[in-house]
């Protein structure tokens, strides 16, 4: 095990896979003394790899390389994907799907997409969906990295320390994006992120960084004092000029009649948090296939949907709280979270 780096401020800048978090936005947020994050679940190694070049150009601070540990997939039943595709082509009529996307190994491998973060060394590598091979977490210690993995539950925190990782990201239910659960057979406990961490904080002796629904320095605060060392926050950051939101994503975000936040499975085949629109709702009941094979499968429709600037088709994933963001530059929003923590901390 080894221990966090020394933070200036208790912020995480949450890794979004897709893009969203730019090197200038990652330098951004480690420049202002936080942690910056790329989300580099579906990134081949060569844009990962350029991705840290282009950071470390930008910034001497603590940047967090973030990956999805996939399940393993078997190839899908060709009746399987024959209905997926129907139910999807039935909402856009462009013949724009097909099945020739499915290609085994269906994930990416993870040990190939570590090999440039074990060149480049950035001071933090943290997973997502359950606990990579042990081999991996020994070889980042063995170059002195640190290691955290999401946990939506104490039992899952439990295994990740036995694990020998160094901190625990605890993901409550507010959270944006995709639940991190390990196992989608099981029933997720769905808890509130304050509970979790207090929960947490009496059963295991790692920091934990709070994650879900943090949008200013309050929040944060909240959370320190029930015993997080630090959070993370995605939705925040969303509307920086440094993100690489869509221009309709980020309407949705900012929108003055707001919608409702839900939990959707019809965009990648898991749980996730996003802006209800119209593809969730025709989707509703519809057949899908399995993680990341429905990923996979409505990859094309939602390039159209970004090209075209329709946020009806897009994965607008939010957490609960995304009516309370701010379209700041990450370093004003940096500074102003920074002032409200130690406000609310000296109250
Ligand atoms: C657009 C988006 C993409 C996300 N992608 C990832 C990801 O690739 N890896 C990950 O560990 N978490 C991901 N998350 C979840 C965040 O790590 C974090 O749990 C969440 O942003 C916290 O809730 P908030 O969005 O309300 O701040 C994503 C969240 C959002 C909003």
Redesign the pocket.
Known sequence: MIALPRLQTPIFL?????G?NTPELVAAVANAGGVGSF?F?YSSPEAIDRSLVVASTQTTGLINA?F?VFPEVAAPQPDRVAAALQALNAILPHGLLDESVLIPPYVPDLATQLEPVWQRRPAMV?F?FGIPPIALIEQAHALGITVGI?ATCVAEATQIAAAGADFVVA?GW?????R?CFDTTEMDQEQDLLALVQAMAKHISLPIVA????MTGGDIATVLSAGATAA?????F?CCPEANASASHRALLLAKEPRDTVFTSAFSGRSARGIQNRFIDVMRGKELLEFPLQNSLTAALRQWALQHENAEFQSV?????YRDIRPLPAARLMQILNGEIKVALSE
């Open positions: 949450a890794p979004m896979a897709g969203f989300g679940a973030n999805f943290t997502h999401t993901q507010e959270a944006g994006g995709h991190g994650a879900g629904g943090l993370q926050l995605g939705t925040a969303l994933w939010a957490g609960s709280r």
